[in-house]
């Protein structure tokens, strides 16, 4: 049994195991057995508190916790008004918009960081090609005693 069906049982929600897996193997819907997944699903968040001390009572982002996994409630609701525009301008400027929003995340790499990732990378590009023009020197060498 997986920690979200002990999470749902131990919340209340989901019958008993047994009862869900005679319902399912007695050829009962697929979408009744998981209902309670579509429900809540794991955001990977934890809990605060200790492993023994954890209740079912909501977070302040509105997740439950239950058996040491945070549970997000699904939601229904898509935006769609700009994403099934027709019009490339608002599309293209939706892109841009979502492109500044995800550059804004990224942890740059400092000065040092640049230029130590730098010299790291630029001395394995060196070693590489001289391994490589070591073993093309063997080769052409090997070849030419061989066949003369």
Not at 1 to 28: C, L, N, Y
Not at 41 to 62: E, L, M, V
Request: hydrophobic share 40%; no cysteine.
């Amino acid at each position: 049994m997986s920690r979200r069906d002990r999470a749902a049982r131990a919340k209340g929600s989901v019958p008993d195991a047994e009862a869900t897996d005679a319902d399912t193997t007695a050829g009962a819907d697929s979408a009744d057995a998981t209902s309670a997944d579509s429900d809540a699903r794991p955001s990977g968040k934890r809990s605060s508190t200790p492993r023994g001390k954890r209740s079912a009572a909501a977070d302040t982002d509105g997740a439950t916790t239950a058996g040491g996994v945070a549970l997000k409630e699904r939601s229904t609701r898509t935006d769609t008004s700009t994403a099934t525009s027709r019009n490339p301008f608002v599309r293209l400027w939706t892109f841009l918009r979502q492109v500044v929003g995800e550059l804004k995340k990224v942890i740059w790499p400092t000065r040092s960081e640049m230029v130590r990732y730098t010299i790291i990378v630029l001395i394995f590009v060196v070693v590489m090609t001289a391994f490589i023009s070591g073993i093309d020197l063997g080769f052409a060498k090997a070849v030419l005693w061989l066949f003369g």
